[in-house]
Every structure is written in structure tokens, then in C-alpha cells.
């Protein structure tokens, strides 16, 4: 109940292609589901994050949609870069550390490593 | 605004050695994570404190993982002895009163 499942391991995509990236959960209680990018030998950087009480959230070349009946969210790069390459990580929790516990840590998926070609 | 600072970046030990990473958060970040992250996979967290308290570790193998976070500040994450299967990265990462949690570079761990 703890996972969160993703998909595709790998992707290769055009450049200016649409980059889909998806991810599952079973755990209804997470209420915060971000993206995270890695690029080789740097840490995980925050790209965008929703709240499931909205269905998409755009910002610039990436959006994120969200199905809570389906416990499905996915990550959309529209326009893909060389520089968009790197390895792309969803993510879920339980929220800030205001509700108690161990809520705040993230848990991730296994993530999608992404080549643009040019 | 400075990042979150972590080293060293790579250490390279024998089985049963022992080895601390030291991480400095954001400053005035009252929380900070210490994750796990092995070669193809998604980070795991280990241990969380809020200041310099933990609110989870249900994750650390406290049999040879220990962690401390004195003054609330900086923190250093212990493995003794290491085993093989502890060769990863290890992410540092902070957070203040929002979900946004920033990850420092890690410190790539090989245990030989």
C-alpha cells in the first residue's frame, strides 16, 4: 500500500516530441504527488507537484494529470529537449509534518530514464 | 540562497569498515531526510528529524545505521560495519514548512 508503481523504466522521444511518464498508487490517503528530475551525479530537483483535489496542473512545458478514481497520475513534457534528459522520479506522500507522524517523507517510484534525440 | 551541502561526494571502504556523511540543510530548514538511493532505483527514505528530533525512522537498520542531528542544524548518518549491499547514494534533504523538499548532491557510497 506504501508503493508507488512507474512507467516506462526508459524512454526514448524525439525532440519535439510529448514525453508520458505514469505512475500508480494504492495508499488513498497520500494527498501530495510531485515529479522529481535527476540528472547523473546531482540530486533529485522538484519539476512539479499536485494535490489531488485538482485533475492538471501546467507549468511552462510540463503538466501533470491526475485520475484519483483511477489512483493514477502522469507527467506530460510537451515540446521535449536534448535537455530534458535526464531520469524523471513521481512521488507520493502523506503531507506536511502539520498532520503528525511520519507524514512529509516522500515516497518514490523507481523512475524514467528519459533521451530526447535530436 | 545556498543549497544543501553534503560530503564527501564519494568514499570507497571495505566490508565491516565503518563511515559518517555529513549534510548541511538549507539554513532555517527545521526539517531534514536522509535517503537511501541504490543504482536504478527510486530514493527510500531512512531517517527524518524535525530540529533535532527524528519523527521516523522505521526504515534505518539501526543495527548498523545511526543518525544524529545536534543543534537542529547539520547532521551526520553512520553505517558500521558496512556491507555490501549498502553501496549506494546517500541524499541529504531539508524542507520548511512546505512539502518541497531540496535534495544535496549525495555521497556515492561503494563498499568493497
Known amino acids: 500500500q506504501q508503493q508507488v508503481k512507474q512507467s516506462p523504466q526508459s524512454l526514448i522521444v524525439q525532440k519535439g516530441g510529448i514525453s508520458i511518464i505514469n505512475c500508480a498508487y494504492e495508499?488513498?490517503?497520500?494527498?501530495?504527488f510531485p515529479w522529481y528530475q535527476q540528472f547523473p551525479g546531482k540530486g533529485p530537483a522538484l519539476l512539479i507537484a499536485?494535490?489531488?483535489?485538482?485533475s492538471e496542473k501546467k507549468e511552462g512545458r510540463f503538466t501533470i494529470s491526475f485520475n484519483k478514481s483511477a489512483k493514477q497520475f502522469s507527467l506530460h513534457i510537451m515540446d521535449s529537449q536534448p535537455g530534458d534528459s535526464a531520469t524523471y522520479f513521481c512521488?507520493?506522500?502523506?503531507?506536511?509534518?502539520?498532520?503528525?507522524?511520519?507524514?512529509?517523507?516522500?515516497?518514490f517510484g523507481k523512475g524514467t530514464k528519459l533521451s530526447v534525440k535530436p | 540562497e545556498a543549497g544543501v551541502a553534503q560530503s564527501p561526494r564519494y568514499k570507497i571502504i571495505e566490508k565491516r569498515q565503518s563511515v559518517a556523511f555529513w549534510c548541511n540543510p538549507i539554513?532555517?530548514?527545521?526539517?531534514l531526510y536522509w535517503y537511501q538511493q541504490i543504482l536504478g532505483q527510486g530514493p527510500k527514505l531512512l531517517i527524518q528529524?524535525?530540529?533535532?528530533?527524528?519523527?521516523?525512522d522505521s526504515q534505518l537498520p539501526k543495527d548498523r545505521f545511526s543518525a544524529e542531528r545536534l543543534k537542529g542544524v547539520d547532521s551526520t548518518l553512520k553505517i558500521q560495519p558496512a556491507k555490501l549491499e549498502d553501496s549506494a547514494v546517500y541524499l541529504c534533504?531539508?524542507?520548511?514548512?512546505?512539502?518541497?523538499?531540496?535534495f544535496g548532491p549525495g555521497t556515492r557510497l561503494t563498499v568493497l
Open positions: 495508499n488513498t490517503a497520500f494527498d501530495y
Open positions: 528529524f524535525q530540529n533535532n528530533g527524528v519523527v521516523d
Open positions: 499536485i494535490r489531488p483535489d485538482v
Open positions: 512521488a507520493a506522500s502523506f503531507g506536511p509534518l502539520n498532520y503528525g507522524g511520519s507524514q512529509g517523507n516522500l515516497i
Open positions: 534533504a531539508s524542507s520548511h514548512q512546505t512539502d518541497t523538499q531540496y
Open positions: 539554513s532555517g530548514h527545521a526539517t
